[in-house]
């Protein structure tokens, strides 16, 4: 074989994707069992579709599913628009300085971690030495425990997400604005538009792109909302409107060793996720011709 | 000034006034808390409890990075913390090279069916229960090696350095060597890496980033406290609140309550940021260059 080399060089990093992305794939055949150590995920007695049914059956669970599209929705609707915003108004601004300090400090809190975002909301909204109840308190209103609202934890959530990631969601826009043919620009100045025609005309027609691929993944994430910043949020207060789908797995199946029905609930997440992906892509490209695949 | 030249109107004018001011709002409300909690961790016990720090510290002290400092498990984890973001890094930078190089090359047949097995990945996944059993089987609980290996490849990064491939090292160079009688491997190490420096410094440190911050895989699969990162550490003390005795003993006595409790926080929000955020502005433009290149479609 001439190229043998390439098929030397893959092996390792393929033999990894095999392990440990698709064995566990297999590995969900436990949902459709009941799972014990001693025999293994092969060895342990068949049970169908039992844990499903106990799923469906329990009126918390769809609770949960409740709370993570909400928080899922609500993310995209605050967040999917706001580094579009952040990039257009950025796009405007021809000083250098002005230019780059915004742009350098609205990326950097995308480095700084989970377990950091969220003590800073939990410093920062303390009841008693926070800062928000120190605005609270100077303007004379009455100091609330935000976290141990279960109304607000929604908002919490998704605007700490808006603070943190913004910035840097702008970049890929921003650079799409940057590869505008300047000749558009010319032409509209030329026929006496002004900059909110130029942004309504030309520049938001140039992101649609970009716009509809990431709005397909995002769609298709819907269901994934991810585990480790919401399971850090979590107190006993805000367990109603707090608990979603991957923290809810974690807790049954870790915490409380019950791996089939845990695994079940893994399995409908994912399968569901895999669902809205496609649809998501099918309408796009009938729609927009603009698709993943 | 020809008369031909189209002035900026009253309503662009205003229109730009409105983009300034809409942009010094968003500065200000990202700066704000940061700027607050820096502020607050220089500042005394008393002040921070009584709600009297806002933007600057008020009674300068250090006794809350003394408290940081003195405690073992923050040392620790920043120990733990470096291991694994260095040596997870070599692994990733390295299986990530290894796999995308050839999936870049027209010359490697079966490239299609192998990005069709990484991108199925992309959208399905096992789930955290059959990964945490695989994680077992393997013996790897509560280990080091639990913390590399599982996380060993992020299939977005391939695809990335896939594309940086494609789009700087020509297929005719690869022909050319070819013929000279270079073979792929030492074509690969002698001149794709040598040129793809800047793709190197992207992965790199976009993994390194996510090592230094992650906790997840520190939560499922380590218990022993000696083999814990940073984060796992913070979120005891941060988050479930629990300072240890060792931490605020040493301390003036006077001092030794509520009041050091939550300045401790602060500084140690400042201690576990720092480290990025003091890199941060140098290997910026890296990042930027990483999610330009992750845009293209390849």
């Known amino acids: 074989m001439k190229h043998w080399q390439f098929y030397l060089l893959v092996f390792f990093p393929l033999v990894y994707i095999i392990l440990f992305k698709y064995v566990p794939m297999f590995g969900v055949l436990i949902a459709f069992k009941e799972y014990n150590v001693v025999q293994g995920i092969f060895g342990s007695p068949w049970v169908g579709f039992d844990y499903f049914r106990q799923l469906f059956d329990a009126p918390f669970f769809w609770q949960y599913v409740r709370n993570t599209l909400?928080?899922?929705?609500?993310?995209?609707?605050?967040?999917?628009?706001?580094?579009?915003?952040?990039?257009?108004?950025?796009?405007?601004?021809?000083?250098?300085?002005?230019?780059?300090?915004?742009?350098?400090?609205?990326?950097?809190?995308?480095?700084?971690?989970?377990?950091?975002?969220?003590?800073?909301?939990?410093?920062?909204?303390?009841?008693?030495?926070?800062?928000?109840?120190?605005?609270?308190?100077?303007?004379?209103?009455?100091?609330?425990?935000?976290?141990?609202?279960?109304?607000?934890?929604?908002?919490?959530?998704?605007?700490?997400?808006?603070?943190?990631?913004?910035?840097?969601?702008?970049?890929?826009?921003?650079?799409?604005?940057?590869?505008?043919?300047?000749?558009?620009?010319?032409?509209?100045?030329?026929?006496?538009?002004?900059?909110?025609?130029?942004?309504?005309?030309?520049?938001?027609?140039?992101?649609?792109?970009?716009?509809v691929i990431l709005l397909i993944l995002n769609l298709g994430n819907l269901m994934s909302l991810g585990f480790e910043k919401i399971y850090l949020m979590q107190n006993p207060l805000n367990q109603n409107t707090s608990e979603v789908?991957?923290?809810?797995?974690?807790?049954?199946?870790?915490?409380?060793?019950?791996?089939?029905?845990?695994?079940?609930?893994?399995?409908?997440?994912?399968v569901i996720n895999f669902i809205l992906l496609v649809i998501v892509n099918y309408v796009s490209r009938k729609v927009s011709s603009t698709s993943l695949w | 000034m020809s008369r031909s030249t189209i002035r900026e109107s009253a309503a662009d004018r205003i229109f730009l006034g409105i983009v300034y001011l809409f942009l010094s709002v968003v500065l200000i409300v990202?700066?704000?808390?940061?700027?607050?909690i820096v502020s607050a961790s220089f500042s005394s016990p008393g002040a921070v409890s009584s709600g009297k720090v806002w933007l600057w510290p008020v009674d300068v002290t250090l006794i809350g990075y003394k408290a940081v400092f003195q405690n073992s498990n923050i040392l620790i984890g920043f120990g733990n913390s470096l291991f694994y973001a260095v040596v997870g890094t070599l692994v990733n930078v390295a299986f990530t090279v290894m796999l995308a190089y050839p999936l870049a090359r027209k010359t490697f047949y079966v490239r299609n069916i192998i990005m069709m097995l990484l991108v199925f990945t992309m959208f399905f996944d096992g789930g955290l229960i059959p990964n945490y059993l695989l994680v077992k089987s393997l013996g790897m609980l509560d280990t080091r090696w639990a913390m590399i290996i599982p996380g060993a490849l992020a299939v977005f990064q391939v695809i990335i350095a896939r594309t940086f491939f494609q789009t700087t090292?020509?297929?005719?160079?690869?022909?050319?060597?070819?013929?000279?009688?270079?073979?792929?491997?030492?074509?690969?190490?002698?001149?794709?890496?040598?040129?793809?420096?800047?793709?190197?410094?992207?992965?790199?440190?976009?993994?390194?980033?996510?090592?230094?911050?992650?906790?997840?895989?520190?939560?499922?699969?380590?218990?022993?406290?000696?083999?814990?990162?940073?984060?796992?550490?913070?979120?005891?003390?941060?988050?479930?609140?629990?300072?240890s005795a060792e931490m605020v003993t040493n301390v003036n006595e006077l001092l030794v309550r509520e009041g050091l409790k939550d300045l401790l926080k602060y500084s140690l929000i400042v201690v576990a940021s720092a480290p990025v955020l003091v890199i941060y502005p140098f290997v910026q433009k890296y990042f930027v260059k990483g999610v330009m290149i992750g845009s293209l479609k390849g």
């Not at chain 1, 789908?245 to 079940?264: C, E, P, Q, R």
């Not at chain 2, 980033?209 to 380590?222: K, P, T």
């Open chain 1, 70 to 211: 909400e928080i899922s929705l609500y993310g995209l609707l605050v967040g999917f628009p706001a580094p579009i915003l952040l990039a257009l108004a950025l796009n405007e601004i021809r000083n250098g300085r002005f230019k780059k300090t915004v742009q350098m400090v609205t990326y950097a809190p995308y480095f700084i971690s989970t377990v950091v975002i969220v003590s800073i909301l939990i410093v920062n909204l303390s009841p008693n030495t926070g800062l928000m109840s120190n605005l609270f308190r100077a303007l004379g209103l009455e100091t609330v425990d935000f976290l141990g609202v279960p109304e607000l934890f929604k908002s919490i959530y998704v605007w700490s997400d808006v603070w943190q990631f913004t910035g840097y969601g702008a970049i890929i826009y921003i650079a799409a604005l940057a590869g505008v043919n300047p000749d558009l620009y010319e032409a509209a100045r030329v026929d006496g538009a002004t900059r909110f025609q130029k942004i309504v005309n030309i520049d938001i027609p140039s992101l649609f792109p970009v716009i």
């Open chain 1, 245 to 270: 789908i991957s923290t809810y797995v974690y807790k049954v199946g870790l915490l409380g060793a019950n791996f089939s029905f845990s695994a079940a609930i893994g399995l409908f997440n994912s």
């Open chain 2, 30 to 36: 990202i700066l704000f808390p940061l700027l607050h």
């Open chain 2, 169 to 243: 090292i020509p297929e005719e160079l690869a022909e050319a060597a070819e013929m000279d009688g270079s073979s792929d491997i030492t074509f690969f190490l002698k001149i794709v890496l040598p040129l793809s420096k800047p793709i190197l410094a992207v992965l790199a440190l976009m993994y390194a980033v996510g090592h230094w911050n992650s906790y997840f895989n520190a939560l499922i699969y380590l218990k022993d406290s000696s083999l814990f990162p940073l984060q796992i550490f913070l979120r005891d003390i941060l988050i479930l609140n629990s300072v």
